[in-house]
């Protein structure tokens, strides 16, 4: 089923609801409690990953804490975490021709919740990794390494799919959030470089003009990253002598 075909359904399914309540002597309370009913479950769901958000938030912010203690600086630089919209998660159901239930999407999409994390430097980044997964109650989903590998874009950052555990009124419940691990640089780039490939009205000969020139961009920023940590390197090195 393509997109417009489940527009096409969706059109159909509501007006047979519009319908079914005009033959049945509704009264608004009732047409009320049948929409809460049905609502309930997606307002759950979507209240299921913001949970899942603030605990990966809160577990970050803790470290942060400590480091800024025992290595006197802070790694983290900021935040930032999201939501996927309901459009977004219905154009990915329809593009993965996945079932329309609640448990097929929380089962194959792994991307609903995410957290970006945005660090001073490269190693930052590889420490908190390093902590986050140690912690008990985190599952390690899938990990991918594009700073060490990265995309033919000149992308670089450090994926992590975590499964973290949220505690609702009756049950506990693992959540699967994606973490996005950044420098500064990375984050510059990546924020950059995603306003510019989706301008609209550019000719395919610009497109590919400009993805030479962004590429070349990522592999300056990368040395820049490089650079920066190595002096970073330097002066430890040289406070630990004194």
Same mark, same amino acid.
């Given at each position: $089923?393509?997109?417009?075909? +489940?527009?096409?359904? %969706?059109?159909? $399914?509501?007006?047979?609801?519009? &319908?079914?309540?005009?033959?049945? !002597? +509704?009264?608004?309370?009732?047409?009320? !409690?049948?929409?809460?009913?049905?609502?309930? @479950?997606?307002?759950? *769901?979507?209240?299921?990953?913001?949970?899942?958000?603030?605990?990966?938030?809160?577990?970050? &912010?803790?470290?942060?804490?400590?480091?800024?203690?025992?290595?006197?600086?802070? @790694?983290?630089?900021?935040?930032?975490?999201?939501? &996927?919209?309901?459009?977004?998660?219905?154009?990915?159901?329809?593009?993965?021709?996945?079932?329309?239930?609640?448990? %097929?999407?929380?089962?194959?999409?792994?991307?609903?919740?995410?957290?970006?994390?945005?660090?001073?430097?490269? !190693?930052?980044?590889?420490?908190?990794?390093?902590?986050?997964?140690?912690?008990?109650?985190?599952?390690?989903?899938?990990?991918?390494?594009?700073?060490?590998?990265?995309? @033919?874009?000149?992308?670089?950052?450090?994926?992590?799919?975590?499964?973290? @555990?949220? *505690?609702?009124?009756?049950?506990?419940?693992?959540?699967?959030?994606?973490?996005? +691990?950044?420098?500064? %640089?990375?984050?510059?780039?990546?924020?950059?470089?995603?306003?510019?490939?989706?301008?609209?009205?550019?000719?395919?000969?610009?497109?590919?003009?400009?993805?030479?020139?962004?590429?070349?961009?990522?592999?300056?920023?990368?040395?820049?990253? %490089?650079?920066?940590?190595?002096?970073?390197?330097?002066? $430890?090195?040289?406070?630990?002598?004194?």
């Amino acid at each position: $089923m393509d997109r417009e075909q +489940f527009m096409e359904s %969706a059109d159909k $399914m509501a007006k047979e609801i519009v &319908k079914f309540t005009e033959q049945i !002597d +509704f009264d608004e309370e009732s047409l009320l !409690d049948v929409i809460e009913d049905h609502m309930l @479950p997606v307002e759950q *769901f979507f209240a299921n990953y913001n949970c899942a958000i603030m605990e990966i938030e809160t577990k970050f &912010k803790v470290l942060n804490e400590q480091f800024s203690l025992k290595y006197d600086g802070n @790694p983290i630089e900021s935040i930032h975490s999201r939501v &996927k919209d309901y459009d977004s998660i219905i154009r990915k159901v329809i593009r993965k021709k996945l079932p329309r239930t609640l448990d %097929a999407i929380e089962e194959n999409i792994n991307d609903i919740a995410g957290v970006r994390v945005v660090c001073s430097f490269v !190693d930052d980044i590889y420490r908190l990794a390093d902590c986050l997964l140690q912690q008990d109650d985190i599952i390690l989903i899938r990990s991918k390494d594009y700073i060490k590998n990265p995309k @033919p874009t000149g992308y670089r950052s450090l994926h992590l799919i975590v499964a973290v @555990p949220i *505690f609702l009124e009756n049950e506990k419940k693992l959540v699967k959030v994606e973490v996005q +691990f950044r420098t500064i %640089a990375m984050d510059f780039w990546a924020s950059l470089e995603h306003k510019l490939r989706y301008k609209k009205n550019i000719s395919e000969e610009m497109l590919n003009k400009l993805a030479h020139e962004l590429t070349d961009c990522a592999n300056i920023s990368a040395s820049l990253d %490089a650079r920066m940590q190595n002096v970073r390197n330097l002066i $430890m090195s040289e406070t630990k002598g004194n």
